[in-house]
């Protein structure tokens, strides 16, 4: 059992349990570890969502991870996915046995990256004469014959769903348009690019979900809606649950743990002189 | 009746606390007997004969939430904290344990060894045993085509066949066996299966004991088997995944995801009431009957306890078996939620019975060593590297590049081109 020692029951001021108010009782500063200087990633969780446990305590299962997470590196060993994220411009070209050229290339926005392991999925969005148009591809699919990123960034929102409600400009993106090469070692871009949606309805109402890349969408709606809503935030509670990072997210230690795996598969694979591709890789900590 | 169902209740209470005082006692002196290798004794069937009097409950519904009255409690329940047992005795207590384990295990292995197996063509009438597999997740596959599969993966966590029980004994000595023992396809022997190992201080001696007589360690879960004469396996014998084949079709048995108390939109699919112009009635079941007949028909469908039945669902291919890990992949999904324990068997139906395969069951004598090749071939990932694993031959492996199409590979219109104006061929 922890028992402090009496000097510091002593120092104890009476509220004790708020955090922000007395940084000396609140978590210490992270430290950089000895295990994070030897080549692990901090954005990790960000580059390699697919790698994460399922947010579902439930189907959580080390075996299953294992034979899942070794499926996935041997896929990559074959197919080069670089790092990509939601708001990150993709072009996907994958085979297809009904067209002619036997293989088909989409280039779009990339507006969601969901669930982990073999089932991550990502959707990608362009406006193809003057339609919206999206394509969710399964990354682990074999069919898929290469991904490239034509321009790395990041947005604003972790969910670009609302570009389907916001003006077409904003999802247009050219098929021939040229890579935008990332210089190494400098940290991913953040686009601040605020869009305007369409007039209501919507398919979601974007106003009370708590969006940063949207602009100002309570003065854009109707009065009939302002008259009929309440200007609340659905989920504004969610902000005072403490543990929800825990409970749904990865912990550092598993992180850590799934990154040296990957270091094993890789150095293995080299030296067994098949192929010098990298898997464990991230443009903003690049030596 | 439901008073004599309380009255069977108090007893049972009574008993179980009248066990309690002697349970550590009895756990001890069973270990050492089994040990000694001195008969056992056999308290909790004692104080069933104590109790004299029938306990009857009514059993076999929909699902049944209560263990079954006349048997032994399974679980030991010490507060190992309270008793107290000094540093010695567990390190003792430990070392027995150990030493149990190991001789039960060389035993199994001796086992397995001894057995008769041999590849051999299956006949109709023949059933085979089956495993008790826990399912651990799902995943997708794809084929080499590029279509995907979502599998089930099912984790055959340390088989030992518990009991084998002749159908004259079974028939005398339970109701099931007067069922099942002599049945229409014949005379049928109980081969109880257990998985996963547990530690044997959380369980009753009486529970113990079994295992003690088949020569294994002690298990977590019992699942039984009907199985023809011809493919009996041995008793203690360790079963292994590669009891059954790649593009075989297997039956999974289990109990269903709990819900609990649900709706009849949830339980039954019904479809609700409107959104609009309907108050706090938007979820209920509408109308249970007409107005002549005062009275609701049985077997109407309403609220009530979802899940946790015992479900069958046979016909499941099984893709890929991964034997390092003892791992079966089956294409689709079976009844359960995650980590349920599950009865797998051959598939029964006609055209996807197992034709040929390991009788009675698998064992290690049938392995066969793949020989090296000299050179390796350039390009393929050296066997060190990857599990053992055996793959159905249209699953595409995650090993070989990606999946590029030929012209030969493109759908076939099904009908005439439209397009293009209809000319009659002419016969030469």
Redesign the interface.
């Known amino acids: 059992m922890f028992r402090p020692a009496a000097r510091e029951v002593v120092k104890l001021p009476t509220r004790f349990f708020s955090c922000k108010s007395e940084p000396t009782r609140a978590a210490p500063a992270k430290k950089s570890t000895r295990k994070e200087l030897a080549g692990l990633i901090p954005a990790f969780p960000e580059i390699y969502p697919d790698f994460l446990q399922s947010p579902v305590w439930n189907r959580r299962n080390a075996l299953k991870e294992e034979l899942e997470r070794q499926d996935m590196l041997e896929r990559r060993m074959n197919i080069d996915i670089p790092e990509f994220y939601v708001g990150s411009i993709v072009a996907v070209t994958s085979s297809d046995r009904n067209l002619g050229s036997k293989e088909h290339r989409f280039v779009g926005i990339c507006i969601r990256r969901e669930k982990e392991g073999l089932l991550h999925q990502f959707t990608l969005r362009n406006t193809i004469e003057n339609i919206g148009v999206e394509v969710m591809y399964d990354l682990y699919n074999p069919t898929i014959k290469k991904i490239e990123t034509l321009k790395l960034e990041k947005r604003l929102d972790s969910d670009l769903t609302y570009l389907v409600d916001a003006l077409p400009e904003y999802s247009t993106f050219d098929f021939h348009m040229e890579p935008q090469a990332h210089p190494a070692g400098t940290p991913i871009p953040v686009n601040e690019v605020k869009v305007k949606l369409k007039n209501p309805p919507w398919t979601r109402r974007w106003e009370i979900l708590s969006y940063r890349g949207i602009e100002d969408t309570w003065t854009q709606a109707t009065p009939w809606f302002k008259r009929k809503l309440h200007k609340t935030l659905v989920n504004d509670y969610e902000k005072y649950d403490l543990i929800a990072n825990y409970r749904t997210g990865s912990t550092k230690e598993q992180e850590v743990f799934v990154q040296e795996q990957m270091q094993k598969f890789e150095k293995e694979r080299h030296a067994a002189g098949l192929t010098r591709r990298r898997i464990l890789k991230s443009a903003a900590s690049h030596k | 009746m439901p008073g004599s169902k309380n009255k069977s209740r108090g007893t049972l209470r009574r008993k179980i606390s009248e066990k309690c005082k002697f349970s550590l006692f009895e756990m001890f002196r069973s270990l050492v007997t089994s040990v000694t290798n001195s008969p056992a004794c056999e308290f909790a069937g004692r104080i069933l004969s104590a109790n004299g009097g029938h306990i009857t409950q009514h059993r076999g519904r929909r699902r049944t939430l209560t263990p079954v009255p006349w048997l032994p409690p399974v679980n030991e329940h010490v507060p190992k904290s309270s008793v107290g047992i000094s540093k010695v005795t567990k390190t003792l207590l430990e070392t027995v344990i150990e030493k149990e384990n190991q001789v039960a295990s060389t035993f199994a292995n001796q086992a397995s060894h001894q057995a008769a197996t041999s590849i051999a063509d299956i006949p109709a009438s023949s059933r085979r045993v089956g495993l008790v597999v826990r399912k ?2 799902m ?4 084929t080499k085509e ?1 279509g ?1 599969i979502l599998c089930t ?1 099912l ?1 055959v966590d340390e088989n030992h066949v518990v009991g084998v029980t002749s159908p004259d004994s079974w028939y005398k000595a339970s109701a099931i066996g007067k069922r099942k023992a002599f049945n229409r396809h014949g005379p049928m022997w109980k081969v109880t299966v257990g998985a996963t190992n547990e530690d044997p201080t959380n369980y009753t001696s009486a529970y113990r004991k079994k295992f003690t007589r088949a020569g294994v360690p002690v298990k977590e879960t019992l699942g039984c088997f009907l199985v023809t004469e011809d493919a009996l396996p041995l008793l203690g014998q360790p079963l292994d995944a590669r009891h059954f084949e790649v593009g075989q079709y297997v039956t999974a048995t289990g109990k269903t995801i709990d819900w609990g108390f649900q709706g009849g939109m949830h339980r039954w699919g019904m479809r609700g009431q409107p959104t609009r112009r309907t108050t706090k009635s938007h979820r209920r079941i509408g109308s249970v009957g007409s107005v002549g007949d005062a009275r609701i028909w049985p077997g109407k469908r309403m609220p009530g306890h979802m899940g946790y039945e015992w479900r069958t669902v046979s016909g499941l291919e099984i893709v890929r078996i ?1 034997i390092d ?1 003892q ?1 079966i992949y089956v294409k689709g999904s079976v009844p359960g ?3 349920e324990k599950l009865l797998l068997k051959d598939c029964l139906q006609e055209e996807k019975r197992l034709k040929s395969g390991p009788m009675p069951t698998w064992t290690p004598s049938l392995e066969t060593i793949e020989e090296e090749p000299e050179s390796p071939e350039e ?1 393929v ?2 066997k060190n ?1 990857l ?1 053992k694993e055996t793959f159905s031959p249209k699953l ?1 492996r ?10 030969a ?3 076939k219109a099904a009908g005439r081109d439209k397009t293009k104006a209809k000319i009659a061929k002419v016969k030469k």
Request: avoid cysteine; charged fraction near 20%.
């Open positions: 651990i997740g995943l997708p596959q794809w590029g995907r993966i984790e991964n890990k791992v939620d995650m980590g390009g990932v050296p590297l599990f595409f995650f090993t070989s590049p990606s999946i590029v199409y030929t012209d590979d493109a759908k």
